[in-house]
């Protein structure tokens, strides 16, 4: 309660509470309140944003979810599914921590690593992005980091070879969070890929989350199925990123989407219920993934659903 109130503090409000307020009956009843639900995290460097009090109603236009909706008879999120609608002052605030500033917030590339014994010890958190060898994943990497200075976008370089990152490659953006970039699966993986990436997965105690990206133009494969099911199996929290949308049909994106939010719902409880869309080329959905990664790392609260 005292991290809340002086994190209010800092936007110039005030928490009033009786003994024994709870952080639980505190988020219930933000939750009940016209301003939305709350995220609330015990990040040390968190920042806040005022609430708003108007209510979400659709997605927001920063999510390309909101452009399939209307060819497709259903809710794509389905009613009732919490998902991940910030406001557009939000997906704003968000971008500042992908913008290098001076040298107190510097985005840097910090480690390369094969064996998780040999990364870095420290309470940043990290967030883990993999996918099948040719899925876009350096390419999306080096969106979101496109403001960084030119030594780390040289090590995002993007190549047409599949399987181009051999280990554990970390970016750390200030002391706000940590994002690894993890050798593809599939083809050209590295043979010590079980070692470094599975153990990573098991024991690494700061990773908040890993992001699996699927090819939106090949759909599900065998491979990214193996891989779900051992995110599943190791208890991992995990999202699901879809990428490439620029170079598919809508037809064959709401298909292949469709049958990747199936396939998630029957095989893992791990997995979040709001996939994001991202093209690399088109910039298309990387700012509301900006903004889930400054959330789910604790570094911003953000309002309405």
């Known amino acids: 309660m005292n991290k809340f109130r002086r994190l209010l503090g800092n936007q110039g409000m005030v928490v009033l509470s009786k003994p024994g307020f709870t952080w639980s009956k505190l988020s219930a009843l933000l939750s009940n309140t016209t301003l939305g639900s709350f995220g609330i995290s015990t990040s040390t460097n968190i920042q806040c944003l005022s609430a708003t009090d108007q209510k979400k109603t659709q997605l927001t236009p920063y999510n390309p979810i909101s452009e399939l909706q209307p060819f497709v008879a259903v809710p794509i999120i389905p009613?009732?599914?919490?998902?991940?609608?910030?406001?557009?002052?939000?997906?704003?605030?968000?971008?500042?921590?992908?913008?290098p500033k001076d040298e107190s917030y510097k985005i840097k590339h910090i480690k390369t690593a094969a064996e998780i014994d040999k990364l870095p010890k420290y309470d940043i958190p990290e967030v883990a992005f993999i996918g099948r060898s040719n899925v876009g994943k350096s390419s999306l990497i080096h969106t979101l980091f496109s403001k960084?200075?030119?030594?780390?976008?040289?090590?995002?370089?993007?190549?047409?070879?599949?399987?181009?990152?051999?280990?554990l490659q970390l970016y750390q953006a200030g002391g706000a969070f940590t994002l690894v970039d993890m050798p593809g699966y599939g083809h050209n993986m590295p043979s010590y890929f079980v070692n470094c990436v599975e153990t990573y997965f098991q024991k690494r105690t700061n990773l908040k989350v890993v992001f699996i990206l699927i090819d939106s133009e090949i759909g599900l494969t065998r491979l990214d199925k193996d891989m779900l099911e051992k995110l599943h199996g190791f208890s991992t929290v995990h999202c699901l990123v879809l990428t490439k949308i620029d170079k598919v049909n809508r037809h064959q994106l709401v298909r292949n989407l469709m049958s990747v939010m199936?396939?998630?719902?029957?095989h893992s409880r791990f997995c979040l219920p709001q996939p994001f869309l991202v093209s690399a080329h088109s910039g298309a959905g990387i700012e509301l993934l900006q903004t889930f990664i400054a959330y789910v790392t604790g570094n911003m609260l953000v309002t309405g659903s």
Do not use: H, Q, W
């Open 79 to 99: 009613e009732g599914t919490a998902s991940f609608n910030p406001a557009e002052s939000e997906i704003k605030f968000a971008s500042k921590f992908f913008t």
């Open 148 to 167: 960084a200075p030119i030594t780390v976008l040289r090590k995002l370089s993007v190549s047409s070879k599949p399987g181009r990152t051999k280990a």
């Open 262 to 266: 199936n396939y998630r719902d029957e």
